[in-house]
T-cell receptor
Framework: AQRVTQPEKLLSVFKGAPVELKCNYSYSGSPELFWYVQYSRQRLQLLLRHISRESIKGFTADLNKGETSFHLKKPFAQEEDSAMYYCALSQTGANNLFFGTGTRLTVIP | EAGVAQSPRYKIIEKRQSVAFWCNPISGHATLYWYQQILGQGPKLLIQFQNNGVVDDSQLPKDRFSAERLKGVDSTLKIQPAKLEDSAVYLC????????????????FGPGTRLTVL
């Protein structure tokens, strides 16, 4: 079975401060990991996926298979980063998604 | 490009009543998903279609939930009869996915239908 854990329901940081949203997973196979974001009054949308190894809106996430983690990081938080962030896992060879419970990030001006 | 459309946006019913939700995916997207998101939780996959066939419905409570995608485009999700614990946002998503798994296949989500069961 697979499981995605986001230990923080709420996270507040000041503008310009670094931010890290934690995500841990359990899965016996080789997963694909994602971060999805939902801004206020907008749809859930893909932020980034580990296989692309890209930076989106200044965010990066590295898959650490030893620690089974996929933490989302940004060196300098902006007010527009305030949103709900979900970590998600897809099983090997499948297009399904298993989501964590989400972390609400608030960036304080 | 038009996004995933869902209707209605809100629905309030009493327990034991029936309800249906409709989803129109992005044009050309072969794969369609229904998720249930209970307050305070992440979305949970209920059912996944590839064209008009079911790929995964392992988490669909089949005693009361049903879904169809007859012509491989639009889809409906029905609950009959509803229970209090069905109160949630029901999300529809679609992806290009044309059978072979692709590491770049992206799911696009609709705005959701918020269901309240009284």
């Amino acid at each position: 079975a697979q499981r995605v854990t986001q230990p923080e329901k709420l996270l507040s940081v000041f503008k310009g401060a670094p931010v890290e949203l934690k995500c841990n997973y359990s899965y016996s196979g080789s997963p694909e990991l994602f971060w999805y974001v939902q801004y206020s009054r907008q749809r859930l949308q893909l932020l980034l996926r580990h296989i692309s190894r890209e930076s989106i809106k200044g965010f990066t996430a590295d898959l650490n298979k030893g620690e089974t983690s996929f933490h989302l990081k940004k060196p300098f938080a902006q007010e527009e980063d305030s949103a709900m962030y979900y970590c998600a896992l897809s099983q090997t060879g499948a297009n399904n998604l298993f989501f964590g419970t989400g972390t609400r990030l608030t960036v304080i001006p | 490009e038009a996004g995933v459309a869902q209707s209605p946006r809100y629905k309030i019913i009493e327990k034991r009543q029936s309800v249906a939700f409709w989803c129109n995916p992005i044009s050309g997207h072969a794969t369609l998903y229904w998720y249930q998101q209970i307050l305070g939780q992440g979305p949970k996959l209920l059912i996944q279609f590839q064209n008009n066939g079911v790929v995964d419905d392992s988490q669909l409570p089949k005693d009361r939930f049903s879904a169809e995608r007859l012509k491989g485009v639009d889809s409906t999700l029905k609950i009959q009869p509803a229970k209090l614990e069905d109160s949630a946002v029901y999300l529809c998503a679609s992806s290009l996915g044309r059978g072979a798994w692709s590491s770049t296949d992206t799911q696009y989500f609709g705005p959701g239908t918020r269901l309240t069961v009284l």
